[in-house]
């Protein structure tokens, strides 16, 4: 089962930013495309947009615990939001928890896909929890920089324990219940890392491409797509794109930016020199491209636009695809292509602003400059996209966001001691799977092969992410059909064994 832009996310995020190159009528958009493509490697599940949460055995609560856990001196509280599901529950049986991340809290995933027909063969008792500062769960007065020291993954992962601690105790009162996790993109590193640091409490995790290795330049993102854009648009489309980005490249060398500027129909024209607002366009070319290519996820999409680019007009390279970003956004005046106005949705501090309850624009930048980095410059030299969109866009970001402060020496030491506390791709976890696509970029900052007690790591074949976590259909191949089977048998697996030593 896949999913595109049918879901409740998107249709929310429609009121305020763009979809597919349509803004909200009356709404500006400039404000919110680089920051959106910046928190892409924070994967979000979809939710379709006709799904109506439904009461029947739902409950929900609130949980209070400590806003600080590693200051015995801070006494302060906070509640974070959980919703329940016992339609299957039997005494005795799992606690099955879909782990929140960066996004706000839905019933979904307890109510469907493949986690949920396992609950229906374990007779589980499905949970689902919102991660501190996203949605309602508010942990401060507001986002301002300073507030925002207690958004750590350490914080949440305790958070996280102390909370199925509760549930064990207090809601389901089995102390001995078998607790498995399930979590997605950075969730799922998140669930991960509950079994690592608390095999006592967690018994096993599941990570769907679960994004476990910081990285400070995520340049293998481009080449990936670099690469996926030759296989399937086929290297005439690779070659007008390499050519295209370093047409305009050159042009702006040369001095002649408003020969650039007049192409792509900028709202502002890009001052000779700015290097920052140059930046921030070519950032938004690739933004462009990328997402008109595999928001779909579907390799027959980048084949579709490929032909249109190819046919945009009958002019250079640089036209073919000033042309064909003309068609992409033909609902925009202008492209809102300078560095300041797609900062302005993240310094939005009020936690209620949709910017931060419901997009996490300013919480997931934040956690990107301080823990995890990722971001996808053009570094690497197997990719179409130029060399303009460097790790001095992404700090001049971070900067703009929260302060002077933040340097290249924060966000690497951030990086260097995320992979430190958890091992990167060598967590030397037992009880644990790791799952992810084939076409997933992200992939490469997951893992994709991993053997060690009762766990491993499945890529499944001919897909982008997510396709393993929804039921097993008709539609499935019989490669993702055998990967659902295996994740259900070590499901099974963690419940009914102990950890056996190494």
């Given amino acids: 089962m896949l999913l595109s832009k049918t879901f409740v996310l998107v249709a929310v995020l429609c009121a305020i930013a763009v979809s597919n190159g349509s803004p909200a009528p009356g709404v500006g958009v400039k404000s919110t495309r680089v920051l959106q493509e910046l928190q892409r490697h924070f994967v ?12 029947d055995n739902i409950t929900g609560g609130r949980f209070r615990t400590r806003v600080d ?36 809290l839905t019933t979904y995933y307890i109510t469907h896909g493949l986690l949920y027909d396992t609950a229906a063969r374990d007779k589980a008792w499905l949970f689902t929890n919102e991660h501190r500062y996203y949605g309602t769960s508010t942990p401060v007065a507001d986002y301002s920089t300073e507030n925002l020291r207690f958004l750590k993954t350490e914080q949440a992962l305790m958070d996280l324990i102390e909370w199925i601690d509760h549930l ?19 969730a799922g590193a998140l669930a991960t890392w509950a079994r690592q640091r608390f095999p ?29 854009i030759r296989r399937f648009g086929g ?42 607002d140059q930046e921030t366009l ?64 993240a310094q939005v501090i009020a936690p209620g602003a949709p910017e931060n309850a419901i997009l996490g624009l300013r919480q997931t930048q934040y956690q990107a400059c ?27 970001a971070c900067r703009a966001l929260f302060g002077e402060w933040v340097t290249d020496a924060v966000i690497y030491d951030g990086v260097r001691l995320t992979n430190l506390h958890f091992g990167g791709q060598d967590p030397r976890s037992t009880n644990v799977l790791f799952t992810n696509g084939e076409y997933d970029p992200n992939r490469m900052v997951s893992i994709t092969s ?46 009914f064994t102990g950890e056996v030593p190494l």
């Fill in 370 to 396: 301080t823990e995890f980095g990722w971001f996808r410059t053009t570094d690497a030299d197997e990719q179409p996209f130029g060399d303009r969109v460097t790790m001095h866009f992404f700090l001049e």
């Fill in 168 to 186: 064990r105790n207090n809601v389901v009162r089995d102390p001995n219940a078998k607790v498995i996790l399930l979590g997605v993109g950075y």
């Fill in 200 to 228: 006592s409490i967690v018994d096993g995790a599941w990570g769907a491409g679960a994004t476990v290795l910081a990285s400070f330049d995520f340049q293998e993102h481009a080449a990936d797509v670099g690469a996926l």
């Fill in 235 to 276: 290297n005439e489309c690779h070659s007008l794109l390499w050519v295209a980005f370093r047409t305009a490249q050159y042009l702006m060398d040369a001095e002649r930016d408003d020969t650039v500027t007049s192409l792509l129909n900028t709202c502002e024209p890009i001052e000779k020199g700015n290097l920052l």
């Fill in 69 to 104: 856990h590693f200051n015995p001196q801070n006494r302060d509280t906070f509640e974070f939001s959980y919703f329940s599901n016992d339609e299957f529950y039997q005494p005795g049986g799992p606690i099955f928890i879909f782990v929140g991340g960066n996004f706000a």
């Fill in 282 to 345: 070519f950032y938004h070319l690739k933004l462009a491209v990328q997402e008109a290519m595999l928001e779909e996820q579907d390799t027959a999409k980048i084949r579709t636009v490929c032909e249109n680019m190819l046919n945009a007009t009958d002019g250079t390279a640089l036209e073919d695809l000033a042309g064909w970003l003309r068609t992409y956004y033909e609902n925009l005046a202008c492209m809102p292509f300078d560095f300041d106005s797609n900062m302005e949705a």
């Fill in 44 to 55: 979000r599940p979809v939710v379709p947009v006709d799904f109506v949460p439904r009461e």
């Fill in 450 to 495: 991993y053997i060690n007690t009762f766990s491993y790591a499945h890529v499944v074949p001919d897909k982008f992410l997510l396709s393993e976590i929804y039921s097993i259909g008709e539609e499935d191949s019989l490669e993702l059909m055998v990967i659902k089977t295996s994740i259900q048998q070590y499901i099974a697996l963690w419940q």
